[in-house]
């Protein structure tokens, strides 16, 4: 992964065709939607090589990939990427959260065959649900150069570590939740590399970390796993 200077985009107010877009996951807790299949029929993304047709997307700030609903994401206590965690998918801001009435949106932009999807987490609340919280992040998809972009936008809590990523985890991982990954987070570059060479099938960026500046904006090209 890479940090770069993207500016955030929130998904629930770019002028885009009212058939490309929607809202999920309002006022909602420990759940997860996934993204009309009509939406990504021609969607030429791929993740870690596998094309991209269904998109899950949980409050608690984690998309995933597959025809069946993620098992047990709202269960799974936010930490590092070797351990539990709900796969293969991409953890913008893995925490426990909950949604208002912003929900989660998403919107597809631009012409095929250079579109992107964006889904953004709007206005959300962390654990505690105080009124002050305001969490907002996108996760966008590039098609045919099967990027990943994270983005950041105004991030404030109650307690401010929590907002600057004291209980969250970033990354991604492409593991199939039957598959061990292949080293610990220590020994997984910022590449997506062991120390061996060889792909670890994730790359997490911090776990349980306060990140003392703020959240970086990140751009990643997942490394085949196989």
Known sequence: YTEVGLTHIDACTISVDETLRGTVLQESNEEE???PEALLEDFDFRFYGELVRHVWVNDNGVVTFGREAPRGVGDVVPGALDGVVPRPGIM???NELQTRSNGVCYALMGTAP?????ISWSNVCARG???VDDLNFTVTLDEGVDTISVTYGDMESSNGDEARGAF???GLIGTPANDQVRCA??????????GDGEPCGY???FS???QTTGLANLEFTPIMEW
């Open 185 to 194: 987070p220590q020994d997984c570059d910022a590449q997506g590399l062991c």
């Open 129 to 131: 649900c105080a009124e």
């Open 203 to 205: 790359t997490q960026v």
């Open 168 to 170: 969250a985890t970033v």
């Open 33 to 35: 939607e996934m993204l």
């Open 92 to 94: 913008a801001f893995w």
């Open 114 to 118: 250079n579109r992107s999807l964006l």
């Open 208 to 210: 349980n970390t306060v």
